[in-house]
């Protein structure tokens, strides 16, 4: 499934297993040399300067392709089809970019990984395709409603791409598309809609957090971790703000007309109140139980929305004056809590962690101590210890002719 050899990313996370240990002092630097040189990184990925340099100079070739293409096909085509035109030139485009991709990542000589050109060409090739299907359906010409065929064609489009590339951002466009699908099908149901979307919501969102736990931990999937981590983040995340207030408050005056009087409120606000301002401290105090950095992460940016979600239905005045004082008191919260983790307490540390991948876990120190041993010395008697004794045979006790 996956367009990368196996083998090449196993070295690529024994590498990064590698340098974690060296940089924790748990590798000597002949010992990360060795392993260096036996598990050699065979695809390019440039730094993140380089990557972005390389990520434009993509762009500009593909759209100088795409005018070159543009000025000399549609004078030939003529206004009379110029739908037709697009949409048959933005599928071209769409199988050009995939087949460049694959060539490039399957080059023996350079294979790119992360380069920024190979990101490139999936983003660029998966906005043809959409391009495309938005111009098939006519989707500015219809209501929001009737555009529900585009998003669930997108879905295995989507996931195919996020399979093929483990590209976290294309991760994060499949979940989107998942939830704008049940979005717009939930919409077709009427004055029923209204009740049901926010709980439709939290439980495809605890569905795709548990199926995405269940899996990560998998050794044959481990080249998609990241992805997992990006699905259950996402998850969590639209867990939250399927029970936002201001989320809920907003959507239902924009897509279900509700009408709310001076001094009135929606339906259930005492409950959505309660979960906006509950939920990212139950995923705060969920993080440091179960020492679960993205539950906890999650749970102080949502913190911050759940602020400001109250600030604007519950102004004191002087917005000012109230953003700068919760700033200063954030900031000597941040460095009383660095000061108190400097030391590990509870399990819990402010120091750098660790690359929790099961499969790098379980393999990485066996590959490395295997790697040291198999680089011995020539002409070393492993039967003859530094101190010159040995000699004796299994039944002697060390009591043979050269005793």
């Not at 139980?289 to 949502?302: E, P, T």
């Not at 759940?306 to 102004?315: A, G």
């Not at 590959?367 to 045979?393: C, K, L, R, Y």
Request: net charge neutral.
């Amino acid at each position: 499934m996956i367009a990368y050899k196996k083998s090449s990313l196993d070295k690529v996370q024994v590498l990064r297993k590698a340098k974690s240990w060296f940089r924790h002092r748990l590798l000597s630097n002949e010992q990360f040399q060795a392993v260096e040189n036996q598990f050699a990184n065979p695809f390019y990925t440039p730094n993140i300067f380089v990557k972005i340099g390389l990520f434009l100079f993509a762009l500009f070739l593909i759209s100088s392709a795409i005018g070159l293409y543009t000025i000399t096909f549609s004078n030939l085509i003529g206004n009379s089809d110029s739908n037709t035109f697009f949409n048959f030139s933005s599928l071209l485009f769409t199988v050009v970019c995939f087949a460049i991709l694959e060539l490039l990542i399957k080059n023996p000589d350079k294979q790119l990984y992360n380069s920024g050109i190979d990101e490139a060409l999936l983003y660029l090739g998966i906005s043809f395709f959409f391009s495309a299907l938005v111009s098939i359906f006519k989707v500015f010409d219809t209501s929001f409603l009737e555009n529900v065929g585009v998003f669930i064609i997108m879905c295995p489009f989507l996931f195919f791409a996020a399979a093929r590339y483990a590209d976290r951002l294309i991760t994060i466009f499949f979940t989107l598309c998942i939830y704008t699908v049940l979005f717009l099908l939930i919409l077709k149901l009427g004055a029923i809609a209204k009740l049901i979307m926010p709980f439709c919501f939290m439980v495809v969102s605890v569905v795709i957090y548990e199926i995405s736990e269940k899996y990560k931990s998998k050794e044959e999937l481990r080249f998609w971790t990241e992805c997992f981590a990006t699905l259950q983040s996402v998850a969590l995340m639209l867990f939250y703000l399927a029970g936002n207030y201001f989320v809920i408050r907003e959507a239902s005056i924009e897509y279900f007309g509700l009408q709310i009087p001076k001094g009135g409120d929606i339906p259930l606000a005492f409950f959505f109140y309660l979960f906006t301002a509950v939920v990212p401290l139950l995923y705060i105090f969920w993080g440091l139980r179960k020492k679960q950095k993205l539950q906890l992460w999650v749970g102080l940016v949502l913190v911050a929305a759940s602020i400001l979600t109250f600030k604007y239905y519950f102004s004191l005045g002087h917005p000012e004056i109230t953003l700068t004082i919760v700033g200063a008191v954030m900031m000597l919260l941040a460095y009383f809590s660095i000061r108190y983790l400097k030391s590990p307490k509870h399990g819990i540390t402010f120091d750098e962690d660790e690359d929790e991948s099961e499969y790098l876990n379980s393999n990485t120190e066996a590959i490395i101590i295997a790697q040291n041993m198999s680089a011995q010395p020539d002409g070393v008697d492993m039967n003859t210890n530094a101190e010159g004794f040995g000699g004796g045979s299994s039944g002697g006790g060390g009591a043979g002719s050269s005793y």
